[in-house]
């Protein structure tokens, strides 16, 4: 079981950027997918993008394809997104999330993942 921590998020304007992090806690952090979520107020939460476990097998949700990259460092347990050309729209509560699977396809929907960090907010301001 991994213990995943969130950071990075804050205030920006239209069309800045943002890089979020996740540190993951224990020895196995190798051996999960991880998945980046966000919740817009009033709104259910939403995929985001995800990496399988090498790193080599990234996916994204049409509505960040382009301006977002997912990456990870197994050496310091920890997944990154970077966050471009940012809109109002992509103000939420940004979560990380961890799955224990080794496939080269990972997971997208929410119910796949046991392990949620707390959430980072991100606001994007017009």
């Known amino acids: 079981q991994v213990h995943l921590v969130e950071s990075g998020g804050g205030l920006v304007q239209a069309g800045g950027s943002l890089r979020l992090s996740c540190a993951a806690s224990g020895h196995t952090f190798s051996t999960y997918a991880m998945g980046w979520f966000r919740q817009a107020p009033g709104k259910e939460r939403e995929f985001v993008s995800n990496?399988?476990?090498?790193?080599?097998?990234?996916y994204y949700a049409d509505s960040v394809k382009g301006r977002f990259t997912i990456s990870r460092d197994n050496a310091k347990n920890t997944v990154y997104l970077q966050m471009n050309s940012l809109k109002p729209e992509d103000t939420a509560v940004y979560y990380c999330?961890?799955?224990?699977?080794?496939?080269?396809?990972?997971?997208?929907?929410?119910?796949?993942?046991?392990?949620w960090g707390q959430g980072t907010q991100v606001t994007v301001s017009s």
């Open positions: 999330a961890a799955t224990s699977t080794t496939a080269w396809n990972t997971p997208s929907r929410e119910f796949d993942y046991g392990t």
């Open positions: 990496i399988n476990w090498s790193g080599h097998n990234t």
